[in-house]
């Protein structure tokens, strides 16, 4: 009966520790896109999807957002947000923005130049283009954060 107890016990608290792990929250990612954009609701969704809480604001200029995040030339994308300080341009998958958050890196944020083909929100049947998601730092330096 005592280790039918203690195995109760130990599964009881495995399962609290991994609900409490799945619960991980992060603050609320504030998205900046224009009105008629489908892929950015599609990346929006993918962020959700992730457990991530969003905020969607519909807007005529893109561009103020992206002199706010300090966006390097070249860098460039449908969208821009923002979540703890750090911005985000494009299609940048969810893991690396949780990866991005919880690592808490001395960068202004990350992005994923264009709009790149299988990229989150950029699905289109099989099709899967190389891309990479670039970190990048208010003065304007860039390194590359993950490749896919």
Not at 37 to 52: A, D, Q
Not at 106 to 127: F, H, Q
């Amino acid at each position: 009966m005592k280790t039918l107890k203690k195995l109760l016990l130990g599964t009881t608290l495995t399962v609290a520790s991994l609900s409490a792990l799945a619960a991980e929250t992060f603050s609320t990612i504030m998205v900046y896109k224009s009105p008629t954009c489908g892929c950015c609701t599609e990346w929006v969704k993918h962020l959700e999807e992730n457990g991530f809480k969003v905020m969607s604001h519909n807007v005529q200029d893109v561009g103020k957002y992206k002199e706010k995040a300090n966006l390097p030339y070249g860098m460039g994308s449908c969208h821009t947000a923002f979540v703890d300080g750090y911005a985000i341009e494009g299609h940048v998958p969810a893991s690396d923005i949780r990866r991005m958050l919880t690592e808490k890196p001395a960068i202004r944020g990350i992005a994923v130049p264009g709009m790149p083909m299988g990229s989150p929100g950029m699905e289109y049947g099989d099709r899967k283009d190389a891309y990479k998601v670039v970190s990048f730092t208010k003065d304007g330096k860039t390194g590359v954060y993950s490749e896919y």
